[in-house]
């Protein structure tokens, strides 16, 4: 088959991190690349909606120096200056009686946090000892090559002299910024991978980046007209149904419609970017490609899959999710001067500022985040205020003697996998003997955990595939272009220059309709 009777050479579905990569990937080694997402915007798991005035995201997102596709992706969206990055790493630790600041000195690693660990007085000097010895316990693990074991980290620690005390107040604040989940639970392999990469290795590659603007603008919007640049085409509010080989070579995409509602869609200057209305009218229900990216979450991809990855999907469907509930809080004066926080001991497990992201002018907006949040997920959001905001005072002894002006939440319930031991299996890889098929996003196998690394890997990962497996010249022009980027160190990953050109317009977004009520937002995703 010829390029020119193909409606597209590669469809990819799904507009998140993974998807919006490789999409970016394809089409700049010049292959046609459709790009169908299900929600009126791109970013996925990472967006924005309006409220009040404010720009208010989904969820608190961070990363480290050490993810760098990631800060390439930004850099390629011309977005990194967009973030404020630490120089050096410093974060503050909020404890049940005690905080104190966490610092790296400037010693190699891995002794640039032997002081930092001397000094953690949430412990005693001998708990302190001991994790030390179970910290170099930890990073050997790492490289006895075994990627996965059905031993949760809470088990290794308690069998490496870590009492309870030590897991809540010090592994849990590691175990939960890497996974999501509390050490009892998560899986030590990719806990001891995580921590190898962010604290054992360089001594720069635990600073921490936040974005200092919305995620639907550090994403969402950049993506777009990157994505435009490159001649993609955006299909926002479509709906991939199926994907099945056809019988002539290649695939058959079948299009669902998830139709916004009236005023979902708000563009700053009237001029519509992300045109989803004309999404919707028109167009074909199949489109046939001659390869698919499948970038969805893996609840999304399991009714996607064509019949021949039904056993792959079988297990892809036995992982389980892990929500994410974040609570936003509008204090009527400020109640600290921390950019952001880590809390220990605690349900509230990161709070962030994001009064100037948010675009707040008095007062001070606090986001605070809750993983694995089954047991909140259901309450309602007076419930929550009651049993969360005086946390929060606790933590933050100023915010008791000021006024809340607003208090909602947002709720993700699917917001990554839920990484416990005998996971790691489950998770998607890249299908055998379907050439031009390819699994993309954070929760496919790529050796990270759960997040915005994973997930742009990923992408990388599906387009070196898929391209490599089309028959056409261009594949070596792509697979070259992408192969340093999937590459682990050393070196930063080296992603083709970001075009330059026009800035996009801002584009506020707001939750689909029927999933905002008063005070809350859910996320659950178009399916
Ligand atoms: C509240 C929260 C906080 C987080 N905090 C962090 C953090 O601090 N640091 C970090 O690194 N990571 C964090 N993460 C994880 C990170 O956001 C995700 O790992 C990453 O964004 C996932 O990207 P993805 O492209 O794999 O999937 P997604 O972002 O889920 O994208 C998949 C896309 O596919 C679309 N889709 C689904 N079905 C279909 C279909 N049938 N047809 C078309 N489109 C479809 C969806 O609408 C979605 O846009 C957080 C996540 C949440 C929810």
């Not at 990819?12 to 999409?23: C, F, N, R, T, Y």
């Not at 519509?272 to 046939?288: N, W, Y």
């Not at 997930?455 to 272009?481: I, Q, T, Y």
């Amino acid at each position: 088959m010829t390029r020119s009777q193909r409606q597209s050479d590669v469809v990819v579905i799904g507009g998140g991190l993974a998807g919006l990569s490789a999409a970016a990937d394809l089409a700049g080694a010049g292959l046609t690349v459709t790009l169908l997402e299900a929600r009126p915007w791109l970013g996925g798991a990472t967006c924005s909606f309006a409220r009040r005035g404010l720009t208010i995201d989904n969820g608190q997102h961070a990363f480290m120096r050490c993810c760098r596709a990631y800060q390439d992706l930004l850099r390629r969206l011309g977005s990194l200056d967009s973030c404020a990055m630490q120089d050096r790493f410093e974060l503050a630790v909020l404890g049940p009686r005690d905080q104190l600041i966490v610092r790296r000195s400037a010693l190699p690693a891995p002794l640039h946090l032997t002081g930092a660990l001397a000094g953690y007085r949430l412990l005693s000097p001998a708990q302190r000892a001991r994790a030390a010895a179970a910290a170099a316990a930890l990073r050997f693990s790492s490289h006895a090559g075994r990627r996965a074991d059905d031993v949760s980290l809470g088990d290794w620690l308690a069998a490496h002299g870590q009492d309870d005390m030590s897991r809540r107040l010090l592994w849990d604040l590691l175990s939960v910024t890497a996974l999501g989940i509390t050490s009892d639970h998560a899986d030590r392999a990719l806990v001891a991978g995580a921590a190898t990469r962010a604290l054992f290795t360089g001594r720069a590659s635990a600073d921490i980046g936040v974005p200092a603007v919305p995620l639907s603008k550090l994403h969402g919007a950049p993506a777009a007209t990157l994505l435009n640049q490159l001649g993609v085409r955006l299909r926002l509010g479509t709906k991939a149904a199926g994907v099945r080989v056809a019988a002539r070579g290649g695939y058959d995409v079948r299009l669902d419609r998830y139709a916004p509602a009236a005023g979902e869609l708000e563009t700053a200057g009237g001029a519509p970017v992300l045109d989803a209305r004309a999404a919707l009218t028109g167009g074909p229900e199949i489109i046939h490609a001659a390869g698919v990216v499948l970038a969805v979450p893996a609840w999304a991809a399991v009714p996607l899959a064509p019949a021949e990855l039904a056993p792959d999907a079988e297990r892809w469907q036995q992982l389980k999710p892990s929500p994410v509930l974040s609570l936003h809080v509008i204090y009527a004066s400020q109640v600290t001067e921390l950019p952001f926080a880590a809390a220990v001991g605690s349900p509230v497990r990161w709070v962030m500022d994001k009064t100037r992201p948010a675009g707040l002018h008095t007062g001070q907006y606090l986001a605070a985040s809750v993983p694995a949040a089954e047991k909140y997920l259901d309450w309602p959001v007076s419930r929550l205020g009651a049993e969360l905001l005086p946390e929060l005072e606790r933590l933050f002894p100023a915010a008791a003697d000021t006024d809340v002006e607003d208090f909602f939440v947002t709720r993700e319930r699917r917001a990554v996998i839920r990484q416990v031991p005998g996971s790691q299996p489950l998770r998607g890889s890249q299908p055998a003997g379907l050439p031009g098929l390819a699994l993309a996003g954070a929760w496919t196998d790529t050796g990270w955990p759960d997040t915005m690394e994973g997930a742009v890997r990923s992408g990388h990962l599906a387009a070196l595939k898929v391209a490599g497996e089309l028959s056409s010249e261009l594949a070596s022009e792509v697979a070259s272009e992408v192969a340093s980027e999937v590459a682990e160190p050393p070196g930063p990953l080296a992603l083709p220059p970001a075009p330059t050109g026009t800035a996009l317009r801002g584009v506020v977004v707001r939750p689909p309709a029927g999933l905002a009520r008063a005070g809350a937002h859910d996320f659950p995703g178009p399916e």
